[in-house]
């Protein structure tokens, strides 16, 4: 996918509600951002994530959402949660409020504070498949079978994003 523009799948929002569609400069850390996924996931699409972990990181979350709802809160197909206290990835999702156990089991930790990294999210008929810096992390099975309906994309935390698609 090409970076962000009028035709590209992903439009990011500010926590303020303005669009931001040009990451020309890295955005800093501490920013909570809000995107749509146009038309929804759907086997074949990917969501690229490529940003810059902080000097002094603690954590931070990708997720992946039916709608940005807060009360009540969407429902989440999956999120990631990357702390580095311990040097884990937690991979979850909640939908209807009910969340489900935290799940991790890594054969690495790939990111470094103050460097960058390329996610990828693969959506593929039976899961999503994460990669990292082109190596596969995990697979995450659906819990959400109307694919189209996971529309949003959240991320917060020690980070700053060079580039969403």
């Known amino acids: 996918m090409a970076g962000l523009g009028a035709n590209s799948d992903v439009m990011v929002k500010l926590d303020d509600g303005h669009l931001n569609n040009s990451l020309r400069s890295p955005v800093q850390a501490g920013v909570y951002f ?3 996924i146009k038309g929804g996931m759907r086997p074949g699409k990917k969501v690229l994530v490529m940003g810059i972990v902080d000097h002094n990181p603690k954590s931070f979350a990708i997720s992946l959402t039916c709608g940005d709802s807060e009360d009540p809160p969407a429902d989440v197909a999956i999120e990631l949660k990357v702390v580095f206290t311990n040097q884990q990835v937690f ?3 909640c939908i209807s409020g009910e969340s489900d156990e935290e799940n991790l089991a890594f054969p690495y930790f790939p990111f470094v504070p103050d460097q960058p990294f390329r996610m990828e999210i693969f959506c593929q008929q039976p899961c999503f498949r994460v990669l990292v810096d082109g190596h596969h992390l995990f697979d995450f099975y ?4 109307t694919l189209s309906a996971i529309d949003s994309i959240k991320i917060s935390g020690d980070l700053q994003i060079t580039k969403l698609g």
């Open 142 to 145: 659906h819990r959400i079978q």
């Open 91 to 93: 991979r979850n999702s």
């Open 34 to 36: 809000r995107g749509h």
